[in-house]
């Protein structure tokens, strides 16, 4: 069975400090990683995906990703963290080997920048 | 205007009662989904649709049943609402292709008293 585990429910950094939110994977196929943005009193919003193209992905607002199989890990980056950055992120993994689409969510990681 | 869009936004409700939660899509995809998020959990699937005649459990489908009224309109209800189905409810419709985005709809916050 597919799962996702974001390591630190919160994460706490300072304005213009490098932001690292960890994701890793369990995936007995190759996998869709994907990671989501919730604002507060929003709905989830793509920040970025892995779709076996380049192992190293960039999104919006300044974040990038990198797949490791290795390691089993999608880890989510920002070099320097703005303010507006504070939000729940959530990653998911998406097994298209049983072609329903669905998605398998992390427990989130609530993101705080402090001044 | 929004491409999936969910009413109610909020709902206050009590123990027994019946609530229907709806969603439209404008995307123009066959597959639609219902999740709940609730704090510390993420987002947990109950229940989804491939088209209007194909409907399928999540993992999470015990006390919500759901209907598919055309390709754009997916609605769930809790049939006797408990207190601990209160959280936080999001559609969401997706083309279903390897990898394609999941696009979400704002959420309803459901309170079950």
């Given at each position: 069975a597919?799962?996702v585990t974001?390591?630190?429910s ?5 304005e213009g400090?490098l932001v ?7 995936s007995s ?8 943005v919730?604002?507060p009193n ?8 892995y ?6 992905v ?8 990198e797949?490791?199989k ?5 880890h989510?980056?920002?070099?320097s963290?703005?303010?507006s950055d ?14 329903t ?13 402090k001044? | 205007?929004?491409?999936?869009t969910?009413t109610?936004?909020n709902?206050?409700?009590k ?11 404008t995307?123009g995809h ?6 709940r ?6 987002l947990?699937?109950i229940?989804?649709s491939?088209d ?20 754009a309109?997916?609605s769930l ?5 408990i ?6 409810y ?6 279903g292709?390897g ?7 704002p959420?309803t916050?459901?309170t079950v008293?």
């Amino acid at each position: 069975a597919q799962s996702v585990t974001q390591l630190g429910s919160h994460v706490s950094v300072s304005e213009g400090a490098l932001v690292l939110l960890r994701c890793n994977y369990s995936s007995s196929v190759p996998p869709y990683l994907f990671w989501y943005v919730q604002y507060p009193n929003q709905g989830l919003q793509l920040l970025l995906k892995y779709t076996s193209a380049a192992t190293l992905v960039k999104g919006i607002n300044g974040f990038e990703a990198e797949f490791k199989k290795s390691e089993t890990s999608f880890h989510l980056t920002k070099p320097s963290a703005h303010m507006s950055d504070a939000a729940e992120y959530f990653c998911a993994v998406s097994d298209d080997s049983s072609n329903t689409g669905k998605l398998i969510f992390g427990q989130g990681t609530t993101l705080q920048v402090k001044p | 205007d929004a491409d999936v869009t969910q009413t109610p936004r909020n709902r206050i409700t009590k123990t027994g009662k019946r609530i229907m939660l709806e969603c439209s899509q404008t995307k123009g995809h066959d597959r639609m989904y219902w999740y709940r998020q609730d704090p510390g959990l993420g987002l947990r699937l109950i229940y989804y649709s491939f088209d209007v005649k194909d409907i399928n459990k999540g993992e999470i489908s015990d006390g919500y049943s759901v209907s598919r009224q055309a390709q754009a309109k997916f609605s769930l209800s809790l049939e006797s609402a408990i207190p601990n189905q209160t959280a936080l409810y999001f559609c969401a419709t997706t083309t279903g292709q390897g990898g394609d985005t999941q696009y979400f709809g704002p959420g309803t916050r459901l309170t079950v008293l």
